[in-house]
């Protein structure tokens, strides 16, 4: 158990561009969840999958946003256009269940110039 | 009305003193509850969960939850410096939603 990781750590771009992050959950962890935080905030919630289905996204999340679990296993979340509001922290976490508690990778910050 | 909401911080205890820590939420077919811990920079960390209502005691933390109420509450026992952080509640009903969190200062 390896934990969960997530890739870049930081990534920095200019407003417009196109950006992808990874997360790599547990192994055998059905659930991947992915949250956005922002200084003194708690986790917003964007989406989550069970497996390789997305159960739910965000209301508040627009199109410009994606994400994807193929087989499975990795995740990749996907921001298009970037603005300046999209620099936050980006949070991946995955569970055993749909009970079971949330483990957290370190986080991608982007920040978006 | 936010689907979870903690009461507002900071909040200030003196070494070795109870902190404690407030959360509702509002939906009521929520079924697990969570607190995590949040040092500045980091990640969040797992430090309770419960599902029952009543009182989960692990080491210095107790956890409550009054389901009838939609409340759930976290006790810090002989508080410590290296306590200090943001505590936030996370609630379950499907997707897992926090609060605001609550930032905690343990003065020595």
């Known amino acids: 158990d390896t934990g969960v990781s997530q890739n870049p750590r930081h990534k920095i771009t200019k407003r417009g561009q196109n950006v992808t992050f990874r997360c790599d959950p547990i192994?055998?962890?059905?659930?991947l969840y992915w949250y956005r935080q922002t200084l003194g905030q708690g986790p917003e919630f964007l989406t989550y999958?069970?497996?390789?289905?997305?159960?739910?996204k965000s209301r508040l999340l627009s199109d410009r946003f994606s994400a994807e679990r193929p087989k499975g296993s990795f995740s990749t979340l996907e921001i298009q256009r970037t603005e300046q509001g999209d620099s936050a922290m980006y949070l991946c976490?995955?569970?055993?269940?749909?009970?079971?508690?949330?483990?957290f990778g370190n986080g991608t910050r982007l920040t978006v110039t | 009305q936010k689907e979870v909401e903690q009461n507002s911080g900071p909040l200030s205890v003196p070494e070795g003193a109870i902190a404690s820590l407030n959360c509702t939420y509002s939906?009521?077919?929520?079924?697990?509850f969570f607190w995590y811990r949040q040092y500045s920079g980091k990640s969040p960390e797992l430090i309770m969960f419960?599902?029952?209502?009543g009182d989960k005691e692990d080491g210095r933390f107790t956890a409550q939850l009054n389901k009838a109420s939609q409340y759930v509450s976290l006790l810090i026992r002989d508080s410590q410096p290296s306590d200090s952080a943001t505590y936030l509640c996370?609630?379950?009903?499907?997707?897992?939603?926090f609060g605001q969190g609550t930032e905690l200062s343990v003065k020595p």
């Open positions: 976490a995955s569970s055993q269940n749909s009970d079971s508690p949330l483990h």
């Open positions: 192994s055998e962890h059905n659930r």
């Open positions: 999958f069970q497996n390789e289905a997305q159960l739910e």
């Open positions: 939906d009521r077919g929520s079924q697990s």
């Open positions: 419960i599902y029952s209502n």
């Open positions: 996370a609630v379950q009903g499907g997707k897992l939603i």
